[in-house]
């Protein structure tokens, strides 16, 4: 299956600082990549849509000034948490599709994020 | 609204037995099926994928899709601890660049 890295893994900072993830397509080019956070055994929520070249697509009740986007090149998406609180601690997993995968995500690693 | 339901678990199964899951979504004209293993403080891992109505299977797990009946099911034979993780369903509603919208999962137990 085609691969994404994630990176940072797991981040620990302190609140008020910002925290950026970067999502790369290892061996494949995504024009569209999905943020993700999940809570503790909650479910995986969809943040936004990232789309290459252009402005993401956010979900209801994202903030996008918190959480800015970027999806600069076709490999490559960056997620920057601003100013960082502690109710913003949680695990935020990237996926991506392959073109001719028929429709198929493959995820990222996840970064867990503590905010202290 | 749009909607991938599971039973939430968690589920259990002796060692060796048919782990059974279960998923219905609501959008009809659905494309296309997936079935996404995670553990614990992990991602989610691709292990089936499944377009057409029937059955498909690779190694011990098996997909069914019944779109009449809008039900997507996997069977996980002679389960092992190791498959003891959240199963989430997955359905791809339209064409394109659209995302995944995903069940809650079920979490299953295999007990040795």
């Known amino acids: 299956g085609a691969v994404v890295s994630q990176h940072p893994s797991w981040v620990i900072c302190k609140s008020g600082t910002s925290v950026k993830i970067e999502c790369r397509s290892l061996?494949?080019?995504?024009?569209?990549m999905f943020w993700y956070r999940q809570f503790p055994k909650q479910s995986l929520m969809l943040m936004a849509t990232s789309n290459e070249g252009s402005k993401a697509t956010y979900e209801q009740g994202v903030e996008k000034d918190k959480f800015l986007i970027n999806h600069a090149s076709l490999t490559l998406s960056t997620l920057t948490v601003t100013s960082a609180h502690p109710e913003d601690s949680s695990f935020y997993i990237c996926s991506a599709r392959a073109s001719g995968t028929n429709e198929k995500l493959f995820f990222g690693s996840g970064t867990q994020l503590s905010v202290l | 609204q749009k909607e991938v339901e599971q039973n939430s678990g968690p589920l259990s199964v002796p060692e060796g037995a048919i782990a059974s899951l279960n998923c219905t979504y609501s959008?009809?004209?659905?494309?296309?099926f997936f079935w996404y293993r995670q553990y614990s403080g992990k991602s989610p891992e691709l292990i089936m994928f499944i377009y057409s109505n029937g059955d498909k299977e690779d190694g011990r797990f098996t997909a069914q899709l019944n779109k009449a009946s809008q039900y997507v099911s996997l069977l996980i034979r002679d389960s092992q601890p190791s498959d003891s993780a959240t199963y989430l369903c997955?359905?791809?509603?339209?064409?394109?660049?659209?995302?995944?919208?995903f069940g809650k999962g079920t979490r299953l137990s295999v007990i040795a």
């Open positions: 959008d009809r004209g659905s494309q296309s």
């Open positions: 061996d494949f080019q995504a024009t569209t």
């Open positions: 997955a359905v791809n509603e339209s064409p394109g660049n659209t995302p995944l919208v």
